[in-house]
Protein backbone atom coordinates (compact mmCIF):
# COMPACT_ATOMS: atom_id res chain seq x y z
CA UNK A 1 0.00 0.00 0.00
CA UNK A 2 2.77 2.69 0.79
CA UNK A 3 4.30 1.93 -2.66
CA UNK A 4 1.53 3.30 -4.31
CA UNK A 5 0.89 5.93 -2.54
CA UNK A 6 4.34 7.16 -2.56
CA UNK A 7 4.76 6.76 -6.16
CA UNK A 8 1.23 8.74 -6.72
CA UNK A 9 2.36 11.45 -4.50
CA UNK A 10 5.68 11.51 -6.98
CA UNK A 11 3.91 11.41 -10.02
CA UNK A 12 1.96 14.35 -8.69
CA UNK A 13 3.86 16.23 -7.41
CA UNK A 14 6.24 16.00 -10.58
CA UNK A 15 3.41 16.89 -13.08
CA UNK A 16 2.41 19.79 -10.91
CA UNK A 17 5.84 21.39 -10.91
CA UNK A 18 6.83 21.03 -14.51
CA UNK A 19 3.23 22.46 -14.79
CA UNK A 20 4.32 25.39 -13.21
CA UNK A 21 7.48 25.22 -14.39
CA UNK A 22 7.35 24.48 -18.21
CA UNK A 23 5.23 27.86 -19.37
CA UNK A 24 8.36 30.25 -17.54
CA UNK A 25 10.76 28.33 -19.50
CA UNK A 26 8.75 28.32 -22.92
CA UNK A 27 6.63 31.10 -23.04
CA UNK A 28 3.94 31.18 -26.01
CA UNK A 29 4.28 33.60 -28.30
CA UNK A 30 0.31 33.92 -29.32
CA UNK A 31 -0.38 34.30 -25.30
CA UNK A 32 1.99 36.99 -24.64
CA UNK A 33 0.56 39.18 -27.73
CA UNK A 34 -2.04 41.81 -27.15
CA UNK A 35 -4.87 40.87 -29.08
CA UNK A 36 -8.50 42.03 -29.78
CA UNK A 37 -11.48 40.23 -28.49
CA UNK A 38 -13.90 40.50 -31.25
CA UNK A 39 -17.15 40.70 -29.32
Do not use: H, N
Not at 1 to 28: E, G, H, K, R, V
Request: with cysteine; net charge negative.
Amino acid sequence: MLPYMLAATLLSSILISLSFWLPTILPDPEKLSPYECGF
